[in-house]
């Protein structure tokens, strides 16, 4: 994978200008954490590089990465299981016992077969990061990941989140840069139009 | 001990019907006419005369198989449409007034013009047929429409293939339309099917019998083929939601 280039990027809301000019590069294997106020366009910048967005101005380059996300909301498929969501987006059942098995380092063992809405919404937020993680991807996205959990658990998913990125480009943002100060991140944050 | 659930409910449905059973036979006795209103017992009768000859099953077998093909080629072309029309816009707008006529246009209507057209052997198929598939269609539609958007910006973005998003994603936004939308269109397909077959008489037919039984006003005989109606539909109908709801889980 090569860098990403994000370039002159400018997005607009109607008369309010959420980003203009905006250029940033994250380099090939970077861990990123992404700060800013709420309303400063956090979101709407992840949403720009997954292509759910077109901006109104700029570009992202290369063309073609592949990407997995955490997304503001989990997004998980009612009705199945922490384990079929992981095999949703990769492998089959033959994976079955590799996705238990990675799925544990984040939550019990007998939570691994309810169905997603039997867990509490800490739990669901785990299954989405790794979902997000477990899935085939050039680079990894994450917005406001850390949200509905306490202290120690959000400590015990970042290291889950190190541990299984597996040198692929990370790019998170999260209003809680105080508590990952510990870890290796490299800071951006989106300057006030 | 309190009687379990089902229990509770299979007694009250003995209940329930014993209760229009009661209704039935102190009408018939107010009527006081067998050759103008059948008591149960007379129809019980008549059925348990019926069920032995073999004309009573040739008469069952044909209009299930018509009723049945008519019903599943309309569930499967208006599904078919339905996915077509959710994927190309063009396409909806084109079959919009089509169908919209075709759930609008009076039963009868579509049963004279295809006897005309076509006589009476394909009658209930095409009745069937043209009951069904605006009904499948149009739930078909809403169903895909209800689809969660938010999971489909997911399965983008993780490049899920197309097979596992359709199965995995709109397969059960679309189930619960199509559940509730089947179990009415099987019920209305017996009922214009059977009409159309009383209408086109064609051989070997429920519709047929019970034409003759109205001109031999062997009422009771009616409504013992109006009994084997009913109870076909019904098992049909829980079958198929059986189905159905396995499918959607």
Redesign the interface.
Known sequence: MMDIQIRNLTQRFGSKTVFRDLSLTLEDGGLYGLTAPSGRGKTTLLRIL???QKPDGGSVQPAGI????V?Q?D?L????SAVEQLL??RGSRRDRDNACAFLSGLLLENSLHQPVEQLSGGMQRRVAIARALW?E?DCVLMDEPFTGLDEATLRQTAQFILTNRQGRTLLLSTHQKELLADYPFRWLSLPEE | MKPAKSTKTLRRGLLVTLFWLGIWQAASMLVAKPVLFASPLDTLKALLELIPTGDYWRSVLGSLGRISLGFLLGLLLGLLLGVASFRFRLLRTLLSPLLTLMKTVPVASFIILILVWFGSAWLAVIVALLIVLPQIYFSALSGLESTDRALLEFAKVFRVPGGRTAWGIYRPALMPYLTGSCASALGMSWKAGIAAEVIGTPLRSIGEQMYLSKVYMATAELFAWTMTVILLSTVLEKLLLRLLRSLGT
């Open positions: 997954m292509g759910l592949r990407w997995s996300a997304f909301t997004r498929l009612p009705g199945r949703f987006v899935a991807s």
